[in-house]
């Protein structure tokens, strides 16, 4: 532990709360111990349909959770850059449908009820969020909070990571399952308590299929449930996202990819065995979280030890070791926590182009509470889309391909697009179509054009 003194002092001199200090402690002596935050198979068992609640079945605690709004906040993870998607500033500002951003959105599903909002920043997002906000003017400003970070770890040494041409390089968000600490550590905890706010939904910013459920919240509040994650059905795209499962001692628990050993990894992968992801769309009681956090002092969620590269974009850089948590682990720790299966239309996230696409498009409509459903005229099951990422890979890219709009999709069931092409305004693209240009020119799509069988260039 000859390190520890330096890292508390780093994270001192950048006034980080005692609190995200003293957790950072406690995971680092176990990264000194040699511990690995690796959770294995003899350690776990999975969990049958019988074992989660059914979403369907929910139905009528809608007027308790009605009842229930006034004393209910939605949290919103609003950290992200989106720089999968060549964005550099907060992804949350991004357009996303109907020229509105997700922050917009996420304001409108707020304003209309009594549900309070408090959206959890980045050092990277905050600024960018203020300004925004400043802009929008919403009737209700939302409660504002940051999320804290972490140094990296030097892989050969384990002391703090050192990098003078860019030290921003030298932290790491530690995972979302920071936000109870910062959370606490802003003041808004307690705030919200006293305010008489005793119901948490916490989501993604950039899942506009989540949202307050009034089933949801009405079951939550009225059998006095303390924590409550929503799952879905695996499938073969969610095989290396987290899942749930049950320990060896009966309680449920969230196994995390980078926390399955790598000579288990086919078993973790295997959806016939883990049937259910977490969609991280969370239900929380606020003074659950208080006590917990109260009561040991740190944050006491499993630590997840990621190995990285100090710069992530240069190989050659130095391996670092990043301490991370998952907001969902907490499910394992609190007494009376339950799992329900939802349907997949609350897990939407927009990670990729792929899926900006199609969530611009008329395959997506919002609902009365302006929670994005796909469109009740749409005859096929949700679009796959399969861009070719040289040309379509990064925001930029796709708008400059797609100057006048999205084609209707609403009839498409698949769309692969290989090659440099230009679509003008008002085309339909109708049932799985593939359009490929192999020439290294920019071939262009004429306007109001119908494409209903494959096209090559």
Request: hydrophobic residues 40%; neutral net charge.
């Amino acid at each position: 532990m000859k390190h520890l003194s330096s890292f508390i002092a780093k994270m001192k001199a950048q006034v980080i709360p005692q609190l995200a200090i003293d957790t950072f402690a406690d995971y680092y002596g176990k990264v000194v111990n040699g511990e690995t935050g690796l959770l294995y198979n003899k350690d776990i068992q999975p969990v049958s349909q019988d074992e989660v609640v059914d979403f369907n079945l929910l139905g009528e605690y809608a007027p308790a959770g009605k009842k229930a709004l006034s004393r209910t906040v939605m949290i919103v993870l609003n950290g992200g850059l989106g720089t999968s998607m060549g964005l550099t500033g907060a992804k949350s500002l991004l357009q996303v449908k109907n020229g509105q951003s997700f922050l917009e959105i996420i304001l409108e599903q707020t304003r209309s009820s009594e549900v309070k909002l408090a959206l959890m920043n980045s050092f990277s997002t905050h600024d960018d969020t203020l300004a925004a906000l400043a802009d929008i003017r919403p009737a209700h400003k939302p409660f504002t909070f940051i999320q804290h970070k972490f140094p990296k770890i030097l892989k050969s040494t384990l002391a703090p990571a050192i990098w003078p041409s860019n030290p921003g390089l030298e932290w790491n968000p530690p995972g979302h399952g920071n936000i109870y600490t910062a959370l606490y550590t802003s003041g808004i905890l307690q705030d919200l308590i006293t305010r008489g706010i005793r119901y948490a939904f916490i989501c993604n910013s950039d899942n506009l299929g989540a949202g307050i459920n009034e089933a949801l919240l009405g079951y939550f509040a009225e059998n006095q449930i303390n924590f409550m994650m929503e799952v879905a059905q695996r499938t073969p795209s969610d095989a290396k996202g987290g899942h749930l499962a049950r320990h060896v001692n009966d309680r449920l628990i969230l196994r995390e990819g980078a926390q399955c050993p790598e000579d288990e990894k086919s078993a973790f992968q295997d959806i016939s065995q883990f049937r259910f992801f977490n969609t991280n769309n969370i239900w929380v009681r606020l003074t659950t979280v208080n006590k917990l956090l109260e009561r040991h002092k740190i944050s006491p969620l499993p630590m997840i030890l990621n190995a990285k590269t100090l710069d992530p974009r240069d190989e050659n850089s130095p391996a670092v070791y990043q301490i991370e948590s998952a907001m969902g682990a907490a499910i394992h720790l609190i007494d009376n926590a339950v799992a329900v299966r939802v349907p997949r239309s609350r897990f939407m996230p927009v990670k990729t182009c792929n899926e900006l696409l199609a969530i611009r498009s008329d395959c997506f409509v919002f609902s009365k509470d302006n929670r994005l459903i796909q469109n009740p005229k749409r005859k096929y099951d949700a679009i796959s889309i399969n861009l070719d990422p040289v040309y379509y890979g990064k925001f930029d890219l796709l708008e400059n391909h797609f100057p006048h709009g999205v084609p209707s999709l609403l009839d498409c069931k698949n769309l692969t697009i290989k090659g440099d092409v230009l679509f003008e305004k008002n085309i339909t693209i109708q049932g799985s179509v593939t359009i490929q240009n192999s020439s290294t020119k920019q071939v262009v799509v004429s306007a109001d054009t119908v494409i209903d069988r494959d096209l090559t260039f």
